[in-house]
């Protein structure tokens, strides 16, 4: 029992690691540009497919994920400067558009690669399980996942809390008028904002392709967890999506550990229940 | 519009789509039905979007929970239409007074919360297979009967759902015009305002909600009757997001608008599908040119017309 329970949370802490990659980048997007982007699902897939084509032509894992987030970064930016940018604020118009070119990734994604679940596969080193201390083995993927997540969340935050650039973003989510007025250039800023959101989700695409799996629809079971991620932690807040993702996993595998059936319900209930008392979330601010 | 030429064309509409049957193929009476059904799941979500300001992305949910309910009585337990129709309706209306409370939010909290919670409906849909029939859902749902007379032929459902849409037409024309319509309008417009002139407008909003799930309901018990079987594909997003989508290609805010948007994307997919494999990424381009160059829909686009101005983003 109780070496389930730690295994549960190990499992759940994997997946936080995960949903935090996708997760600070859409709050991130949405706390300095104000953009709400429903693609970002669509990304992380097609950053998984584009990975695993980089793994099947040169073997080598770690140029996926460099590759996969490259890529999107690429396609992201070119998305938020051609099309996302036409609905300023709207974020009405932006949902709508925003689904419909995750229609357009997806459809182009299932007709390239198929409908077939996917697996990225992994260097053959993390392909075994890890004996843990107190006799628990677990696989050793899962955990180097929780060490990416661990190393990115480390990343960001310094980013975010100690370089000048992080300064002119946190500026810029409280003011963004006040922050151009000083002389900075916003819109580069955006462009960078924009591109390290796609980037973390193309790359999230390869890292949880080899243990999620890629298939047609998984880029809106991502998304829906992500959106609970910035939901519960506060759309906007660094800290809020690593709490977000921390909860949301863990309650996702206590859930379909305990209550298989309704695990969705474990998921969502609390959610609904905390906007319920605090719409903002943990950490967000009324906007 | 003319008063009098808007009474004359839907006159005409419903003659055309009364004679209908007599020279059209199995094909478009079936599609026409659908019509209907999607019309009025496009019409439940615009009473939100349209009139009232609120985007939702959970109607799915209330349309797949009145069809499950229903089905599983009428499957099931053997329960007639006369109860298991109405048991639907009620069942995603209870939904929908729980999910309404999601109107204490705004904005984009409002849209990402309604998303998480129809992934819930959909999640237990799927999961819960023990009850729902997970994957496979609940088939042979028979053809409704009501007081004796049944619907047994597929232009019998057509006539039932033209008198349906035509009443549920006339119904929402006077519900939007209503004093509670014009007070949704004025929230859309400027809550504040409402606000400062004594109108709680969570309390307008979750009225509002409740209705709307109610006629999402209503197009849900409608549909499996048709359909006559549901899957968790009806509660799944790409549901609730067509319907948004339906509501805004015909014209959002209009009373004819998320029925003309429904028979355009059931017959644009339709025809796309025919040829092109491709058809959910053409539905996706629709998407983008709606809101990139005809925000107010097809009925937006026919006024703006009229007005002799183009039409403006």
């Known amino acids: 029992m109780t070496t389930s329970a730690i295994l549960q949370a190990i499992n759940g802490a994997s997946l936080a690691a995960l949903l935090f990659l996708l997760a600070s980048g859409f709050t991130l997007s949405f706390g300095l540009m104000r953009v709400v982007n429903m693609a970002h699902g669509a990304y992380y897939l097609l950053g998984g497919y584009v990975g695993l084509t980089v793994v099947r032509i040169t073997g080598s894992f770690w140029l996926a994920i460099f590759a996969g987030g490259a890529a999107i970064a690429l396609l992201g930016l070119f998305i938020d400067r ?9 974020h009405l118009a932006q949902v709508l558009l925003t689904v419909g070119i995750a229609f357009v990734i997806g459809d182009l994604a299932l007709w390239t690669w198929g409908g077939d679940n996917l697996k990225v596969p992994v260097p053959m080193f993390l392909r075994g399980a890890v004996e843990l201390p107190g006799g628990i083995v677990y696989p050793a993927f899962r955990l180097m996942l929780i060490g990416i997540g661990l190393v990115v969340a480390l990343l960001l935050w310094l980013l975010y809390h100690k370089t000048q650039l992080g300064a002119v973003v946190r500026a810029g989510v409280d003011d963004r008028e006040m922050v151009a007025a000083n002389g900075i250039h916003v819109d580069r800023l955006f462009m960078v904002v924009s591109a390290l959101a796609s980037f973390l989700a193309g790359m999230a695409g390869v890292v949880g392709g080899a243990f999620l799996t890629l298939y047609p629809g998984a880029e809106w079971e991502i998304l829906v967890f992500a959106l609970v991620v910035v939901i519960v932690g506060g759309l906007g807040s660094l800290e809020g999506a690593m709490i977000g993702a921390l909860i949301v996993g863990l309650l996702d595998a206590y859930g379909r550990w305990l209550l298989p059936e309704f695990s969705y319900f474990v998921l969502f209930g609390p959610m609904a229940i905390l906007m319920l008392f605090r719409p903002t979330g943990l950490f967000g601010k009324a906007h | 519009m003319d ?19 007599l020279v059209a193929g199995p094909f478009w009476i079936a599609l026409l039905t659908q019509m209907f059904i999607f019309g009025l799941l496009a019409l439940s979500v615009d009473l939100l979007l349209g009139h009232a300001g609120l985007f939702s992305l959970c109607h799915a949910a209330f349309f797949s929970v009145a069809a499950y309910t229903t089905a599983i009585l009428q499957v099931r337990y053997g329960v007639s239409t006369a109860l298991a129709a109405p048991a639907g309706i009620v069942a995603g209306t209870l939904l929908g007074m729980l999910f309404g409370l999601s109107v204490r939010t705004r904005g984009v909290y409002f849209i990402l919360i309604t998303i998480a919670l129809g992934y819930i409906v959909w999640g237990v849909a799927y999961r819960w297979s023990s009850f729902t029939g997970g994957d ?3 088939t042979n749902v028979p053809r409704p009967a009501l007081a004796g007379y049944g619907l047994e032929s597929m232009t019998s459902y057509y006539y039932f759902m033209l008198a349906v849409i035509v009443l549920s037409l006339l119904a929402y024309r006077v519900l939007v015009s209503s004093p509670f319509g014009l007070t949704l309008r004025g929230i859309k417009t400027s809550e504040s305002r409402m606000t400062s002139v004594g109108f709680r407008p969570n309390r307008h909003l979750y009225a509002a909600f409740v209705l709307s799930a109610a006629i999402a309901s209503f197009a849900g018990v409608l549909y499996v009757y048709y359909n006559r079987f549901v899957n968790p594909v009806s509660a799944s997003f790409p549901i609730s997001v067509e319907a948004v989508l339906m509501a805004i290609v015909g014209g959002s805010g209009t009373i004819v608008g998320p029925l003309l948007g429904s028979g ?4 644009l997919r339709n025809w796309v599908s025919s040829f092109f494999e491709l058809h959910a990424a053409v539905m996706g381009l629709v998407f983008i040119a709606v809101v990139l160059w005809a925000p107010g829909g097809l009925v937006g686009l026919l006024e703006s017309f009229r007005n002799g101005r183009r039409p403006g983003r």
């Open chain 1, 82 to 90: 051609v099309l996302i940018r036409r609905t300023g604020e709207n």
């Open chain 2, 3 to 21: 008063r009098k030429l808007a009474i004359v064309l839907a006159l005409v509409c419903v003659a055309i789509a009364a004679l209908l049957p």
């Open chain 2, 136 to 138: 496979n859902g609940v």
């Open chain 2, 264 to 267: 355009i994307v059931l017959a």
